[in-house]
């Protein structure tokens, strides 16, 4: 997750990105177990889930079934991953997941500004996803982070993995100069 704040005079804006890039030390932060019914909080989510308790990994798979089994999931199986999971109970995982990151945000947003300054900036929230999805998968998607309370539909933006590593790669290069030789 990346964020970025600035002022405009029609007010302050921060935009999160929830990006689901694939770094190894990164992975539990994209996994989501639930508790016992009844327990407050209804889940865990990343770092506090334990090394060796069972989890839901590599969930939003299950957003585009043709899809989840291929890739790092197939070629690098965990031995703490829960069976996946598809249709409701899948979206409910992405769901509960997106709301934990989004008060995740929110919390370190409040922390870092101030109270009164995080509940008066607007915030967008762009949220990747592979290359390869289909449209109907980005769009449960984008439902998915409506029903997690990250804004209406207008207001959050499906990416894909790709086009969100070369916008990052090129406002990365901002004042580098590259010179082009005809010497091919």
Not at 18 to 25: G, P, R, T, V
Not at 55 to 72: N, Q, S, Y
Not at 165 to 184: H, I, K, P, Q
Request: contains cysteine; negative net charge.
């Amino acid at each position: 997750m990346a964020w970025q704040g600035w002022d405009t005079p029609k007010g302050s804006y921060v935009r999160i990105t929830c990006s689901s890039i694939a770094i190894q030390i990164k992975q539990r932060l994209r996994t989501l177990k639930y508790n016992p019914e009844g327990t407050n909080p209804p889940y865990k989510w990343g770092f506090q889930i334990k090394d060796d308790e069972k989890r839901h990994e590599w969930f939003k798979l299950g957003l585009e079934p043709d899809l989840a089994h291929t890739g790092l999931a197939e070629t690098y199986p965990s031995s703490t991953a829960l069976p996946p999971v598809y249709g409701a109970a899948c979206e409910k995982l992405i769901v509960d997941y997106l709301t934990a990151l989004r008060l995740h945000a929110l919390d370190h947003l409040r922390k870092r500004f101030g109270v009164g300054d995080a509940f008066f900036t607007t915030i967008e929230y762009i949220i990747t996803v592979p290359a390869m999805w289909s449209e109907k998968a980005q769009n449960t998607t984008k439902v998915c982070a409506e029903r997690a309370g990250m804004g209406d539909w207008e207001n959050i933006e499906i990416v894909s993995e790709p086009e969100a590593a070369g916008v990052y790669a090129l406002e990365s290069m901002v004042g580098l100069s590259l010179v082009t030789t005809r010497d091919w």
